[in-house]
T-cell receptor
Framework: DTAVSQTPKYLVTQMGNDKSIKCEQNLGHDTMYWYKQDSKKFLKIMFSYNNKELIINETVPNRFSPKSPDKAHLNLHINSLELGDSAVYFC?????????????FGPGTRLTVL | GENVEQHPSTLSVQEGDSAVIKCTYSDSASNYFPWYKQELGKRPQLIIDIRSNVGEKKDQRIAVTLNKTAKHFSLHITETQPEDSAVYFCAASSVSGTYKYIFGTGTRLKVLA
């Protein structure tokens, strides 16, 4: 069974469009994250939710809006897409407490803005 | 602000040789240091981690060392194999609060057969 899943895997769209990426985890974790990985492979945290509450909000344009309907889901909506938004977006989740706080990553969504 | 520096950015070694990747962190509150391996087109996956209350941890051919005073930690891979070729990321985090990871910039390791 897939622990952290994302849809879609690939997303190709025109500048100015609005798009959403969905993430789901079946690990029973409390905390979920969105990362952006650019063409140079840098992994940068964007947002994090804990039990549906936003706890990390890095310097990200307000065109990006995360939404967590429940603690197993974290979606990312992007308005007015720009060329610079092209990247791979990874969702991740982690549990609170326990022996480690390993983050488990989803397979990624490759977004291409034309 | 919080920062993790990682060196080298690329590393080529002959199969069977050892590889060492080094990271330095800035936030003295960091107490959890994971290492992730990302193969081409795949997701990052944890390969080893270390907490600040130990100085070294080993798992078969992989080891991590931590010098908390100097804020340095390193990944050591011995007897490298072609399947070790990937991008490796270090990260620094705190086990309390937001569990925010600050990732290093990555090291592309190439093991030459």
């Amino acid at each position: 069974d897939t622990a952290v899943s994302q849809t879609p895997k690939y997303l190709v769209t025109q500048m100015g469009n609005d798009k959403s990426i969905k993430c789901e985890q079946n690990l029973g974790h409390d905390t979920m994250y969105w990362y952006k990985q650019d063409s140079k492979k840098f992994l940068k945290i964007m947002f994090s939710y804990n039990n549906k509450e936003l706890i990390i909000n890095e310097t990200v344009p307000n065109r990006f809006s995360p939404k967590s309907p429940d603690k197993a889901h974290l979606n990312l909506h992007i308005n007015s897409l720009e060329l610079g938004d092209s990247a791979v977006y990874f969702c991740a989740s982690s549990g609170r407490g326990g022996a480690s706080n390993e983050q488990f990553f989803g397979p990624g969504t490759r977004l291409t803005v034309l | 602000g919080e920062n993790v520096e990682q060196h080298p950015s690329t590393l080529s070694v002959q199969e069977g040789d050892s590889a060492v990747i080094k990271c330095t962190y800035s936030d003295s509150a960091s107490n959890y240091f994971p290492w992730y391996k990302q193969e081409l087109g795949k997701r990052p996956q944890l390969i080893i981690d270390i907490r600040s209350n130990v100085g070294e941890k080993k798992d078969q051919r992989i080891a991590v060392t931590l010098n908390k005073t100097a804020k340095h930690f390193s990944l050591h891979i011995t007897e490298t194999q072609p399947e070790d070729s990937a991008v490796y990321f270090c990260a620094a985090s705190s086990v309390s609060g937001t569990y925010k990871y600050i990732f290093g910039t990555g090291t592309r390791l190439k093991v030459l057969a």
